[in-house]
């Protein structure tokens, strides 16, 4: 301790004439610059005691740490690697040192990653002082040179520090090898991928790309040298990462959009602001987290700044995959990309150059790498040609015969002979491998090959391109979950205009979002997370009574009908719907999600031209819907959902009384049926609700047998009638309370002789009661005359519209609705009485002014 106080004494008195001549704080860290020739001549010094350096033949290379022992060093010191060289024309060249650690006999300074590959002095400096700590050389590897070999056009190692790693999957695309003992690889390639890539192995990450963090560097570019040196760093992990967690998430389109009246809405913001703090915060909360992006990560349509007008006037950028890289170099783990549709150059012509940029800037289009006890294989299944020059032409969904295809499927066979058929395969491509119906079946293109070249394997395909959610038992551990996109409908419906959702909507009626797939060796477990959504969230409830009535018919709406949509549905969830307290039947249905069909009605038709928005946004039938008839309007319904890992979300909703009776009937020209329906009832095209006709006459009597049929028009009309006979509005199984005020709004017509007194009632209470302020009339003459009450009076031919308010002063309890509209005499009754028999015409109900009828409840 003396030895080093002692020693220190100059040091201090220089610094403190320092401070006082140049005011510099002993507490500010000196920033060292590179010294002009005249400031070359530094003054020696001696700052370090008892200097011990690492030997003369240890080697070091970029990053390495070094140890340098001796009393006298201080936090402040600046380390120096100065380049020596016997060429006194040649540059000399500084590299600055960082310190990880200082103490009272030591120092541990870090190698610059930028350092070339040469000899150098090392130096301590100090202000204006320096001391040479002596000579040092740095390596690239540990290793020696590996030797060309004949016929081999591509070599290299792959190591760990100052380790080899052995054992090694390497590969251009086509030939597959390993590494040996000393880990070093050689590839007799054609070089016909343009790249090399290293099958990352269990137990190891690899590094990442220079100024891109979550980019590994698992490939390299080939230089097209006739002999070449591709090495590859590993680092390993404490502890392996047999579990591990990995983040799927696909369908960016990224393209650096900004709002417009057409309810587009800027990309670039929503996945700064909504997607990335959603899946950080998801993240935080694992060890050993991946991410796998499924593709469509850029929008080939907006490459460009003009496009459509041949690949010539494809010149000025606008959002490309450097773009993507940039946004996406900060992403918090480790991600691995999968081309989609989107990711080609539509200027260029054929498979194989559509693809460069991917492959020049993002990663190889196919290729594997290892994870646990986990070989992920990504691929690429869609084939984009632009046979035309620069018109898009592309087929996606299929491994297809291009010669990039032809090799990528060769190349799975190959790497595949060095997975143990223990391990669990998971293969991610963009396209779906099956149809998304109540009954998945394969429908990839090439798919059943690529089934057989996986036979004995247990398999997790992970796809997307759809922008739904989607699984599939494809075989005996063969499964495919199709996942959602992150800009749902291409950024269009989020919060603001989507159709009334408290988030962001896939096409499916899913939020937006990502999944979440963990894995415990070769046992997995996954979740669906939807973005700005709860994780416990996993499904929706519609009351679909209350679903607008001119959307009903398009998304299939029952009377009383409940509709959930359980977003990451498989085959091992349960559904179970109860009605205040009584179970009801679930049944999985084939439908359109509302909310998304309300965006789509309210908010992209409206904003485009009439039949012009593109179908790819329209919402979407899927089959993670399930139905439950209730039995009255106005019940508590109570939805549990389990998933196949004993997670259990629950959701209740107490249905409001409909303010509008779902009850309205379009008559549709071009409809001619004999008979309107069995049993002469009509139903209304929302489903509940029917228009017949009572006879109360002898129908021996009736001349013109009342034949009851739809016109023309649609409409349900009868030929004759007698007095006493009547329409009947029926709406089934309604609840309503006491003081109810029901609209009934229709035309009525009559025609030749048909009905011309007529009387409006509804039922309440268990009678008939007027629904208009009554008139009396007598019709006949002498004994035949009668004398009757009426509310409507029709001319002949003419056109009634009934529009009247009715208080039912009695509750209904799962009850009719009961309205009709009764005959009190026909035409023929002048001078023979009013139950005189008809004499031909029809009476019908009847369309007029493009008013149909309906039967609505206005408080």
Known sequence: MKRLIKFRLPYLFAAAFLLLCIGISCSEDPTWTKPTPEQEEIIPAVFIEDLVMPDAEEIFIPEDPIKIMGTGFDKYDVFLFRSTSEDPAEETKYFQAEISEVAEDYVIITVPKTIDLRSYELILKRYNKQQVLG?????????????????????????????AVADVV????????????????????EKKMGYVFVSIPSGYNIESEAGYPAFPAMSQQLLNEDNEQHDFALTEIPGGNTNHVMMVFTDLHLASKTPNTAGKYADIDQYKNKFMPDITAEMAQYANVYALCLGDITWDAFWYKTMNQGPENMVEVRYQLPNYKELMKNFPCPVFNVIGNHDNDPKVVGDYFTELPF?????????????????????????????NGGSRIERIGLLGDSDP????????AEDLKYVDKSKKIVVAMHAPMTSAGLNPIVTLSGGNDLLGLLQGYQVEFLTGHTHNNHHAKIAEGVREHNVAAVCGTWWFNVKSANGGADYDLCKDGSPTGYGVFKFNGTAVQWYYKGIEVARNEQFAVYDMNFVKSDYKSAVGAKANEVLVNVWNWDEDWTVSVTENGQPLTATRVYRKDPTHYTWQKDVLEPAHAPGSPNSTYLTGYNAHMFSAIAQVPGSTIKVVVTDPFGGVYEKTIVREIPSNLPAQWVFTKGVNVDEFVVDNKMPSATGKGYISYISN??????????????????????????????????????TIKAGTVINAKFHARASGTGM??????YYDGGEWKPGAPLQTTTVGEGDQAQTFSYNYEMMNTDHCLIDRNMTFEHAINNGDILIRLRCMANWQASGKGALAAPNGGTHRISVQNNINPTISIVQ
């Not at 695309?173 to 590839?187: A, E, H, Q, R, S």
């Not at 492959?359 to 070989?375: E, L, M, R």
């Not at 295809?405 to 799975?412: C, L």
């Open 170 to 189: 390497v590969s251009d695309g086509v030939i597959v090898t390993k590494t040996d003992k000393d880990g070093v690889y050689y590839l007799p390639s």
């Open 756 to 761: 011309k007194y007529r009387m409006l009632e």
């Open 405 to 412: 295809q032809k090799w990528q499927m060769a190349w799975v």
């Open 135 to 163: 000579p040092m050389t740095i390596y690239k590897a540990h290793f020696p040179a590996i030797p060309d070999q004949a016929g081999m056009t591509v070599k290299g190692r792959v190591y760990c520090g100052k380790k």
């Open 697 to 734: 006459c002898d129908p021996a009597l009736d001349v013109n047998n009342k034949i009851a049929r739809a016109n023309t028009a649609g409409e349900p009309y009868i030929t004759g009638g007698w007095p006493g006979d009547w329409w009947l509005f029926t709406i089934p199984e309604m």
């Open 359 to 387: 492959k020049q800037h993002i990663a190889p289009t196919y290729y594997s790498f290892n994870i646990g006890d986990v070989h992920y294989i990504v691929l690429d299944n869609d084939q984009y040609d632009n046979y």
